[in-house]
């Protein structure tokens, strides 16, 4: 059964830093892997989307990698902001299914 | 503005008193699904549905039924709401297109449910 962990489960950084988020899987069978922010309190708004076959996303000051061999995806942050500051949730969905599997997110507070 | 919406926003409900939490989507997308969101367990799916006429269980169905009758709506039922079925619960709605990407995931803004 897929499993998904993320590291660290909480991060706080000064503004301007730039930081990785780590998102790890237990079966490369994956058809893609989505990255989410969560805002306290509110729903999931998607960020990137990394179809099985690529290796990288980008998205303005967002980056994500997806090396599916060995079962990992890391979001990198460039310059964050005070309003970067939210959950961030990473999810695969398997080739056998329709299942999406999320993992338990990090949680980023970026400081002034 | 394309959208996934959910009714109630909020609701508070006793044991045993039956429920449906409605989701609706305007992208004309294939794929819904349903999930809940506790502490320390993250996001969990419930059911999904892969079109019209079509679900199927997630990881954690146990206590919910779904249908689909039509492609833009896809309802939870808790027929007999327990307490352990408070949560915070989510809709999702995705289609393959090709400029986004495939089954990017849309989601909904949350029903808060709490059950006494």
């Known amino acids: 059964k897929q499993e998904v962990t993320q590291i660290p489960a909480a991060l706080s950084v000064p503004e301007g830093e730039n930081l990785v988020l780590n998102c790890s899987f237990t079966d490369s069978a994956i058809y893609n892997l989505q990255w989410f922010r969560q805002d306290p309190g509110k729903g999931l708004t998607s960020l990137l989307l990394i179809q099985s076959s690529q290796r990288e996303q980008t998205s303005g000051r967002l980056n994500a990698s997806l090396d599916k061999s060995s079962g990992r995806s890391t979001l990198y942050i460039a310059a964050s902001q005070p309003g970067d500051s939210a959950t961030y949730l990473c999810a695969v969905r398997d080739n056998y299914g329709q299942n999406f599997v999320f993992g338990p997110g990090t949680r980023l507070s970026v400081l002034p | 503005e394309a959208q996934v919406t959910q009714n109630p926003r909020y609701l508070i409900t006793v044991t045993g008193k039956k429920l449906t939490v409605t989701c609706s989507q305007n992208m004309n997308h294939e794929y819904m699904s349903w999930y809940r969101q506790d502490p320390g367990l993250g996001l969990r799916q419930i059911y999904y549905?892969?079109?019209?006429?079509?679900?199927d269980k997630g990881d954690v169905p146990e206590g919910y039924k779904v249908s689909r009758k039509e492609k833009r709506n896809f309802p939870l039922i808790l027929e007999s709401p327990s307490p352990n079925q408070t949560s915070l619960y989510f809709c999702?709605?995705?289609?393959?297109?090709?400029?986004?990407?495939?089954?990017?995931?849309?989601f909904g803004p949350g029903t808060r449910l709490t059950v006494t």
């Open positions: 999702a709605s995705s289609s393959k297109t090709e400029d986004r990407g495939l089954y990017e995931q849309y």
């Open positions: 549905s892969m079109n019209v006429e079509v679900t």
